[in-house]
């Protein structure tokens, strides 16, 4: 006696098969709403920036008076508005210091070395804190008879004290200074986790070559991240340009630490010209933009390749 295997197959009529509706748009759907908070947050105020820069307006009048380049020629012609990029020479060198010091202790860092967890976080804890407060805290670091003065005193070197704020020679160095503390732990981040990407088989191979730490910096560290030192460069300038909230807390843009965007700033809502301040606003937008361009045609982003 055979017995037979019979497939039982359900039957489908035609009337009760469903399609699923095919909708070819659902992956807008997800990044709409990132795609309406950066048009609307973002690229709308630049297109208003960009119209009121074409304008004479005090920000609360109902009508605008057209000067077409006149705001842009202003910018360019009077003293007062593009002399206050010097300012910003004092940030740009600071941040080659500020890279310096970070390439450093990450590089020391990113071997095995006594309480190293603790360094990094003492590192990284200034970039953590607020603006205002790192501010603050220097202020009455650098005031007259405060911190700096009181412990240059105490080690003997009281005839070197300063008007760390008020002398404009010093006032700038002084600010410079703040800011190199405050970010100099972004870069530490940025270039430890970059040299901690690198595989460790490489570093062993080079130790078996006899490649000390010089070598293995120079040979394996530095073109591994080299896309890391570029995009530091880039921040470094982009900062430089636009500094704003230590100066601005610190000293309020006085004895000559008046910054490009705070000059911006008192334009718009101290003086209430928002058209040449928007004019500003976007000279410093096409000068980052430049200076970007110029940097990434100079050091290329090229793939590397260690093994």
Do not use: C
């Not at 990113?110 to 003492?122: A, C, Q, V, Y």
């Not at 460069?233 to 900062?239: C, K, R, T």
């Amino acid at each position: 006696m055979t017995s037979q295997l019979v497939e039982v197959r359900p039957a489908v009529t035609a009337g009760r098969r469903r399609r699923r509706p095919k909708f070819k748009h659902y992956p807008w759907l997800y990044v709409a709403p990132a795609l309406i908070l950066l048009l609307t947050f973002t690229y709308v105020p630049v297109g208003n920036m960009l119209f009121y820069s074409f304008h004479k307006w005090d920000g609360l009048d109902v009508t605008m008076d057209p000067v077409g380049f006149g705001n842009y020629v202003k910018v360019f012609t009077d003293e007062r508005y593009w002399r206050v990029f010097l300012i910003s020479l004092y940030y740009f060198a600071a941040s080659f210091a500020q890279i310096a010091i970070a390439l450093y202790f990450a590089v020391v860092l990113s071997f095995e070395t006594r309480f190293r967890n603790l360094f990094k976080g003492i590192l990284f804890f200034p970039y953590l804190l607020n603006g205002v407060a790192v501010g603050f805290v220097f202020l009455y670091l650098f005031q007259p008879d405060g911190t700096l003065d009181t412990v240059l005193r105490l080690v003997g070197l009281g005839e070197h004290t300063k008007l760390w704020l008020g002398d404009p020679d010093v006032a700038n160095l002084s600010l410079a200074g703040t800011s190199v503390w405050r970010f100099t732990g972004l870069n530490f981040v940025l270039f430890l986790g970059a040299i901690q990407s690198i595989p460790g088989e490489i570093y062993e191979a080079a130790e078996i070559d006899g490649a000390n730490r010089w070598h293995q910096f120079w040979h394996i560290i530095a073109p591994g991240i080299r896309r890391i030192i570029s995009l530091s460069f880039i921040l470094a300038i982009s900062g430089s340009l636009s500094v704003f909230e230590i100066p601005f807390i610190m000293t309020s843009g006085a004895n000559g630490t008046r910054t490009f965007v705070i000059q911006a700033y008192e334009t718009a809502f101290q003086f209430r010209q928002i058209g040449l301040a928007s004019a500003m606003a976007v000279v410093l937008l096409l000068l980052v933009l430049l200076v970007t361009w110029i940097q990434r045609r100079v050091l290329p982003d090229e793939e590397v390749n260690l093994s």
